[in-house]
C-alpha cells in the first residue's frame, strides 16, 4: 500500500500569505495550472492510484478533479480531510502576532472555535489507520490542505517541535510513503 498527498493547488489567500482555514475559497488560474501539470505527472509517473479521497472543500475538490480524469477514478470526499480550523486568526496574515506560537501548542484549540493540533492528529491519524485497515491493497491519493499534510507527515515520520513548525508543503507538490 502507499498513501500519496498533495495540498491542493494556489487559492488567492495563498498568494498574498492569508491564512486560509476553514473559508472556502476556489483555485486561482495559477492553482489550476498546477493542478492540471500534477494530473500530467500522476498520469505518467504514478499511475498506480487505486483511490482519490479529498477534502469536501472547493480548492480540493478543483485539484482533485482533474487528476481523477486522467485516471479514470471518481474522488470521493471525506470531511477528515477538511482543513484546520484556524478559528479567529482565518482570514489574517501569516505574520500575525501569536498565530505561529498558538500552532506550537499542540493542545491549545485556536481562539474562537479554532481546533488543536491534537483534534487534528485525532481525525487525520483516524482516517489514515481506517484506510491502511480497509484498503491495505490499495495506493490511495489523498487531496487537502497544508496543516492536513503537515499532520499526514508526522504519521510517518517523527518531527520535532521545530520541524512541526517549519514543515511546509508547496502547492501541487506529491509527497508518498509505502506501508
Not at 13 to 31: A, H, Q, V
Not at 59 to 71: C, S, V, Y
Not at 117 to 136: A, Q, S, T, W
Request: glycine letters at 8%; charged letters at 30%.
Amino acid at each position: 500500500m502507499k498513501i500519496y498527498f498533495t495540498r491542493h493547488g494556489e487559492t488567492e489567500w495563498n498568494s498574498r500569505d492569508i491564512i486560509c482555514g476553514i473559508t472556502d475559497i476556489e483555485l486561482t488560474d495559477k492553482g489550476k495550472e498546477q493542478a492540471a501539470f500534477l494530473a500530467a505527472d500522476i498520469e505518467a509517473n504514478h499511475n498506480d492510484i487505486d483511490m482519490i479521497i479529498c477534502s469536501p472543500m472547493k480548492r480540493a475538490m478543483d485539484t482533485a478533479a482533474p487528476i481523477g480524469q486522467k485516471l479514470n477514478i471518481t474522488p470521493t470526499t471525506d470531511i477528515r480531510l477538511k482543513e484546520w480550523n484556524y478559528g479567529s486568526f482565518e482570514g489574517k496574515h501569516r505574520d500575525t502576532e501569536g498565530y505561529m506560537d498558538a500552532k506550537l501548542e499542540f493542545g491549545y484549540r485556536m481562539p474562537d472555535g479554532g481546533e488543536s493540533v491534537f483534534d487534528l492528529v485525532n481525525r487525520v491519524y483516524g482516517l489514515i489507520d481506517e484506510l491502511r485497515e480497509k484498503h491495505y491493497d490499495k495506493n490511495i491519493l489523498l487531496v487537502c490542505h497544508g496543516g492536513i499534510c503537515r499532520i499526514i507527515e508526522t504519521y510517518y515520520r517523527n518531527m520535532t517541535r521545530a520541524e512541526f513548525s517549519e514543515f511546509y508543503m508547496g502547492n501541487c507538490e506529491l509527497r508518498e510513503f509505502t506501508v
